[in-house]
């Protein structure tokens, strides 16, 4: 009886049962992820095929390209499935797997936004040792530990996920299988997991935002003593991206996981959970190719080159 509870499917809720809405829901989604997935891919290439961007900052920015790929992808292709079909539908595994790589990459992308922070906490504060300080094997270790140090995380909390059966009734109020309405689901005593999960979230969310800030309030207090406008402008626009970024991506995470939910906020929070599955691995791209000057330079040096290319 226990392995049939395990196993079994869940439903999950979705966003409305409205199939008109639906439709429209799946076009829009389709869209935007395939734009995000493109505009993901292209920092991705160009910054491995131009050498003007081999440097420590596009370094760990390819490296958040592709956990921002992976993150969507983690959730929003079965989103379109199922409302594509009408289903609502995800297997047992598919649930356990679908958490465990959101929340896996998810942790990364903190731990990596952190790095990004330090980065540009270094070659602002420190320019004249940049060089020596973030040299490539430490550049390296850097990205790994944040790998790792997701995965060891989230790896752990999803075992005890699955010591747990599911009893009673198997919809979930959600478009994927967050944590918080899968608890609901889940039989016996769940307020040692409960107390897990919140630990983890305030030091994956918490810790690294403030390592994050702190890094900031630094860069910040070392911009303004610039004496010249010009030069404080050059520096804030090095930082002003990853501010954008930094900003809507723990707004959104803190919103979700670490303030109480009240039962009229469930929309909210499905809300919430589309702009950091959806709008944040779209603006990733966005953000940090039409403020990026190098970027811009790289792009527009590909697109001449394929153009000439194709002339001769």
């Known amino acids: 009886m226990e392995n049939q509870t395990r196993m079994k499917d869940f439903f999950l809720r979705g966003f409305t049962e409205d199939q008109q809405l639906e439709t429209l829901l799946f076009a829009l989604f389709l869209i935007m992820y395939l734009m995000a997935i493109a505009g993901n891919i292209l920092i991705v290439v160009i910054t491995l095929v131009d050498f003007h961007l081999r440097t420590p900052m596009y370094y760990f920015l390819r490296n958040y390209a592709i956990l921002e790929i992976g993150y969507t992808s983690a959730v929003i292709p079965k989103a379109l499935i199922n409302l594509a079909l009408g289903k609502k539908t995800i297997s047992y595994v598919g649930c356990i797997s ?4 959101y929340f896996f990459l998810g942790t990364t992308d903190f731990f990596l936004l952190t790095v990004m922070s330090f980065d540009r906490y270094v070659a602002i504060c420190n320019p004249l040792r940049y060089a020596t300080i973030m040299n490539k094997h430490f550049c390296t270790w850097l990205v790994l530990v944040s790998w790792a140090g997701g995965f060891t995380l ?85 930082c002003a991206a990853h501010i954008i970024v930094v900003s809507v991506t723990y707004g959104s995470c803190i919103s979700m996981y670490l303030i109480p939910e009240e039962d009229e906020g469930k929309n909210f929070n499905k809300a919430v959970a589309i702009l950091n599955n959806v709008v944040c691995p779209l603006m990733t791209p966005f953000v940090y190719t039409l403020r990026n000057k190098q970027v811009k330079a790289a792009l527009k040096d590909a697109f001449n080159c394929k153009r000439t290319t194709h002339k001769i």
């Open 154 to 238: 989230i790896f752990g909390q999803t075992m005890f996920y699955i010591q747990f059966p599911i009893c009673g009734s198997n919809l979930m109020d959600h478009f994927f299988c967050d944590n918080k309405p899968l608890l609901k689901l889940l039989c016996g005593d769940t307020h040692l997991l409960e107390l897990i999960g919140f630990i983890l979230s305030v030091f994956s969310l918490l810790g690294t935002l403030a390592i994050t800030t702190v890094s900031y309030v630094m860069i910040i207090s070392t911009i303004l003593h610039i004496p010249t406008a010009a030069g404080r402008k050059k520096a804030f626009s090095t």
């Open 98 to 101: 679908q958490l465990f790589f």
